[in-house]
């Protein structure tokens, strides 16, 4: 049936190539011209993947073959003619291509959703212990930092976990953008430019940081404040210490992973 009809990856990456060296391009150029990376390219042809239904027309003009040739992954000659049962399953299968992606990236979500709420779970818990075990004290000089960073976590975990965007619009893969924005949101990251191929790993980077901050930095930070205690250290001593590990916890913990995976993976 139409509707059960999937692209052929490796028909599909076998003419791929097939076009490509017939052109005297090499994966680089190609991936040039369809503002893409060459790691993309090589995915396609080895078919370990199939691009994004958008750019399979702009694909066909730099390859010179029509639409309908790429997805069925062998040349048409002109007096030949494809009937409607034929040309119906390669744009139903490009659909369910798309189809596929979106409940992959669906299932994605709500792994990290899952993981994102135990987490969450898990920094009440520590918090209402450490309310219970320390002193008043504690509480009163270390408030702000206690809760400042699970409170960040919270704010942009509930984002990128819940709300961000999986795939980014397609102008993204065609111009060198170093800035993402949404709304009221907006990163900008000097030397980083977001694209489809860095966006996932960017995604899973602010998630994974999220998750940690809110599971691991109550009793992290009850835990050197301890230390700095035993050790004698002097409240400005301890406050010296703790703001900027706080402020690198925050800032450095979320941002250098972002900056080297989008590097990484542009």
């Not at 005297?24 to 199939?50: F, N, P």
């Not at 299968?93 to 979500?109: D, I, N, S």
């Not at 976590?153 to 949404?182: C, H, M, Q």
Request: charged share 20%; net charge neutral; aromatic share 14%.
């Amino acid at each position: 049936m139409a509707g059960n009809y999937e692209i052929d990856n490796e028909k599909f990456g076998a003419f791929l190539v097939r076009l490509r060296k017939e052109k005297g391009m090499t994966q680089k150029e190609l991936a040039e011209k369809l503002y893409v990376s060459d790691k993309a390219v090589s995915k396609w042809e080895r078919g370990l993947s199939l691009p994004d239904i958008a750019l399979l027309q702009p694909m066909a003009e730099v390859l010179g073959a029509s639409v309908t040739e790429l997805l069925s992954g062998q040349y048409i000659e002109q007096d030949q003619t494809l009937t409607v049962q034929e040309v119906e399953p390669l744009l139903t299968g490009a659909l369910h291509m798309t189809a596929r992606e979106q409940e992959e990236q669906r299932k994605h979500r709500r792994r990290w959703g899952m993981g994102f709420l135990w987490s969450l779970a898990l920094c009440v818990v520590e918090t209402v212990l450490l309310c219970r075990l320390a002193p008043a004290s504690f509480w009163a000089e270390d408030i702000v930092f206690v809760i400042l960073p699970p409170l960040m976590a919270l704010i942009f975990g509930l984002y990128f976990i819940f709300f961000a965007k999986e795939k980014l619009p397609v102008f993204y893969d065609r111009y060198r953008v170093n800035f993402y924005s949404d709304g009221m949101f907006r990163i900008n990251i000097p030397g980083v430019y977001f694209n489809n191929s860095n966006w996932p790993h960017i995604l899973n980077a602010v998630r994974a940081w999220a998750c940690l901050t809110l599971g691991g930095w109550p009793v992290f930070y009850a835990a050197v404040r301890k230390l700095l205690s035993v050790l004698g250290a002097s409240a400005w001593v301890q406050f010296g210490i703790l703001l900027p590990a706080t402020l690198f916890w925050i800032l450095g913990g979320m941002m250098i992973p972002v900056y080297v995976v989008g590097r990484k993976y542009e």
